[in-house]
Each structure stands twice: as C-alpha cells, then as structure tokens.
C-alpha cells in the first residue's frame, strides 16, 4: 500500500495530513503559526516559519506512513493570494510574507480604481481592484523593501504553494493555474501571466514561477529532506482544493465552507464566466492545459461572528452552545443581525459598513440574539445565491463544511432558507481531501478527478423544510436591516 501525503498551509497554521487511496485519513499533524501585525491593517507571516512548520508536520507523516518510500506523492494546498520573496541563489526569503488580510494597499488599489483601470482587470483577472489579491502587495514590496527591489536577478516571487515547492525541491519555480489566478497578474481566459497587468503592477516576469497543472508530476524533493526523494504530484488553492474535495465536479456544483469567514464556489464550466454582480471569476483547476472555471463570493465574517459574541460580549461559553440557545426559543423575535463587523463583502462590498442589531425589545433574551447570528449566515447565504443566480449560477445541491456546519441547527437553517437540500460530508476536511485527490491524479492512481472521488465517504443530507411564507417573512426583516445598514454607511 502507498500513501498520499497532503501539505496543507493555512493562515494560523499548517500541517500535513496522510491519506490511503481510499480516502481514509491516516494522521495528521499541525503546527499554528506566528501572526505578526506590524500596524493597523498589516498582517504578515515569517515565510521561513512556514517552510519549517511545514516541513515538520511533512516528516511526521512520513514518518507515519513508514517512510518516504511508501509515499506515491505529495499534494500542496495553502491559504490563496499571501506573497513570499526569496533569493534565487540562496533560497532564503528576502522578506516577510505579505498575508491576503493585509491591507496596506489600499489606497493603491483605490487610485487604480479612480483612474478607471477596474474594468481592464476584471475582464483579464476576474478579480476586483482589492489589497486583497497579490498583485497590490508585490508592487508595495518592490516600491518600500530595499531588499526586494535591489535583488534584481536574484528576487524570486510566488504564492505559498510556490514557496513550498522550492524549497521541497530545492530550485523548482511553478505555480498551479488556481494560485496564480488570485495573483491578478494573469489573464485566467489564456491562462498566462499578462503583460499588460505585469506593467500595470510593475512586477518583473523573471521573478514570476513558471503556471502548471493542478495534476501532474511537477518534480521530487530534494533526497536530503525525507531520507529518499518523493514526487509532487497535485496543488490547488485552498478553496479550490476543498471544491474538489467536495466532489463539485460537473457546472453548477456549489460549496460553501463556513469557517472564520465563508467562501462560495460554484463551477461554471469550461466557458469563463465574467460575473456581472460584483462575484469573483477564478480558475477551479487546470488539468491538461485545460481550465475550469468557478465564480466565486465571500462573506468576510462567519465563524468569527460566534467567536465574538462568545469572547467579546461573553453570550456563549463555547461556540457549539450557540445550537443549544438558537434551538431554545421558537423564532428569532424580530431580532435580526447584520454581521458586519469588518465591512460587507459580496455582493455589497461595502468595507465601511458597521455590523447592527436590530428589532430588540424587553422580550429579547440572549438566545434571539445568538439565534440571529446564526440566522445571518443564511440570510448572507441567500443573498450570495441571488448574486449566482443573476450570473447564471444556480445551484443545486448546497455542500457545506467548515467549523460552523458542526451544527445541525445551521445545516438546517441553511436548507429551509435557500429551500435547496444541503450536504454535509461525514470527513469535513475537505481541502486535505481535495489535495490528495490531486496528487493522486498526478500521480497516475487515479485516471481523472471522477474516479478520485472515490475518497470522499459518506454525507449527512439536510432537506428542506420551511413554509414559503415563513421563509419570505425572515427574508424581508433581513433586506430592512441590510438596507438600514447600507443607508447608515451612505451617511456616515
Ligand atoms: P478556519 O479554518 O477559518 O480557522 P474553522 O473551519 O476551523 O475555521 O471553523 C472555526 C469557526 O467555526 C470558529 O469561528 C467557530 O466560532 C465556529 N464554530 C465552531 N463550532 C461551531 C458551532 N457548533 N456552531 C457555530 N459556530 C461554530
């Protein structure tokens, strides 16, 4: 029996995760990672920490799975849009690693949008003018990082996936076709970097990682690092990978990952999709030079909104209480909670917008409150699946996972407000699961994404149960208290 071995680089850390061909999860093992906030709105990561912590957690399921040997290949998956700068000779980062939270670029990117150059990035990217996306942060690198911009020749630039690579094989430079489509350097309908964006951004080619596959045997580890030499064989972005791991492989396939915040993919084809509300066309994979592609919407605050009501307004002793009270009284009591506590995202994207809770009265207890926290995400949910639906991407079946859908009471809430029947996979970790269902792909164990979903096991289904006029009733007090909210931002 062999093995794949999935790295799997997120935002407060990374580990590395051992599966059988059948999907069966062996072990895992996972290191949290630094958070450095230099000022207000900076985030960065050391890009050596995350090399190191990465390694680690590979050896230890190496280890596990018995040795390199009984590994037939590794698969890379990582949190999107974070940039790194190494030298070429040495190998060594030049600089901290910009995190996609960072927002020191957003004037930059506000000056671009004033000078009208929006319109010309959606059409190549089918991203938005954001500090989100890589592109601003190189720039902001290159302009303010002496070591950066003196390293000429010798700078090297990528994504987390490219990073690891390099370093794992001790020189490679590629990046898969879904990391490099949140760059906003390539043109996703060519899949190549752009001139025109590379100029825009004033980002060298030399530095640039060479765009592969998200399957296919891209090279071997350096023999030094695991006692014998293993192939690289699959890499995808972390939330394509946990598309892929969801098994949405035909158009129209949705998943939504309710975690710190949530993201929405649905799979739109071969045929580049451009969105014409304010969602995201992004690249689902790329196999034999072909792309896939998906449009995309996030909601910047969903986790994180339980998080805070537990640590902050001290409403809940653990984020799973937040079930037991929802389910404790009959109806949110006219309470409702629009959660924008760092803006609004998609399909407002409104980045001034303060969260509100609204409808309180004497016979609102704690447990409307909360209830109406939880009732946000579908009312967000819902919002999203109008902005698809407008695009032309509707769904079917809703695949959920991520911390939040643990509870049955959100899975359902879910159901009964899109009025769509909601999946829950039995193994929730479905980026890992994508991961290796790449490499094993790439590495010939599986003849093609369809014959790898094998891996996936069994899921929870949540029907639909709600009457229509339940239904429009929560929607119409959610519209109010979205519009009270955007009238408020408009003024202030
Ligand atoms: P991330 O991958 O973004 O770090 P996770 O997918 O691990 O996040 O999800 C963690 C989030 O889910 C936390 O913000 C936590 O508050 C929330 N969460 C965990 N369990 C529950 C629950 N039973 N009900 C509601 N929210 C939950």
């Not at 998956?77 to 020191?104: C, H, M, Y």
């Not at 490099?180 to 899949?191: E, K, P, Y």
Request: glycine share 10%; aromatic share 6%.
């Amino acid at each position: 029996m062999t093995y794949l071995l999935v790295i799997d680089e997120g935002t407060t850390s990374t580990r590395a995760m051992l599966f059988a061909p059948d999907g069966r999860c062996l072990g895992s093992e996972q290191r949290d990672l630094e958070q450095h906030y230099p000022g207000p709105g900076l985030v960065e990561h050391d890009a050596e920490e995350i090399w190191e912590k990465s390694l680690e957690c590979a050896r230890a399921m190496v280890a596990k799975a018995g040795g390199a040997g009984l590994v037939a290949a590794i698969g890379i998956t990582n949190q999107r849009e974070t940039v790194l700068f190494w030298s070429r000779r040495t190998g060594k980062a030049l600089a901290p690693a910009i995190v996609w939270q960072d927002r020191r670029t957003a004037d930059l990117c506000a000056g671009l949008k004033e000078a009208g150059q929006e319109e010309m990035v959606q059409a190549k990217t089918g991203l938005l003018l954001d500090p989100y996306f890589s592109a601003s942060k190189i720039a902001w690198a290159l302009e303010n990082w002496p070591q950066v911009s003196a390293a000429g020749a010798d700078l090297m630039v990528g994504t987390v996936e490219s990073w690891l690579v390099y370093r794992l094989t001790g020189g490679l430079h590629v990046t898969d076709a879904t990391n490099a489509s949140r760059t906003a350097l390539m043109d996703i309908s060519t899949g190549g970097w752009d001139q025109e964006l590379l100029d825009l951004w004033g980002v060298p080619a030399s530095a640039l990682p060479e765009i592969v596959d998200c399957a296919g045997i891209y090279g071997s580890t350096d023999p030094e690092l695991f006692g014998r030499s293993m192939p690289i064989a699959g890499m995808a972005g972390d939330q394509q990978a946990a598309s892929i791991g969801q098994a949405c492989l035909a158009a129209g396939d949705t998943k939504a990952t309710y975690g710190t915040g949530a993201f929405v993919l649905t799979h739109t084809g071969e045929t580049l999709q451009q969105s014409r509300h304010r969602l995201l066309a992004t690249v689902a994979w790329q196999l034999g030079g072909k792309r896939i592609y998906a449009l995309e919407g996030s909601m910047f605050v969903a986790g994180s909104l339980i998080q805070w009501l537990r640590d902050e307004l001290g409403l809940l002793e653990s984020s799973a209480e937040s079930e037991e009270l929802a389910r404790s009284v009959a109806d949110n009591g006219g309470v409702y909670l629009v959660p924008a506590l760092s803006g609004l995202g998609a399909p407002h994207w409104q980045p001034s917008a303060r969260a509100a809770i609204s409808g309180l009265s004497f016979s609102c207890g704690k447990s409307h409150v909360v209830r109406a926290a939880l009732e946000a995400m579908a009312h967000q949910t819902h919002d999203l699946m109008r902005a698809f639906a407008s695009d032309g991407a509707r769904w079917g079946v809703l695949k959920v996972d991520g911390g939040m859908v643990a509870n049955d009471w959100l899975a359902q809430d879910l159901a009964d407000m899109l009025d769509l029947k909601v999946e829950r996979p039995e193994f929730i970790e479905t980026t890992a699961l994508g991961a290796a269902m790449l490499a094993g792909v790439g590495c010939g164990l599986f003849e093609s994404l369809e014959e790898a979903e094998a891996m996936r096991g069994k899921a929870v289904l949540f029907q639909p149960d709600m009457e229509d006029k339940h239904r429009d009733h929560r929607l119409a007090g959610w519209r109010q208290a979205v519009e009270a909210v955007l009238l408020q931002t408009t003024r202030s």
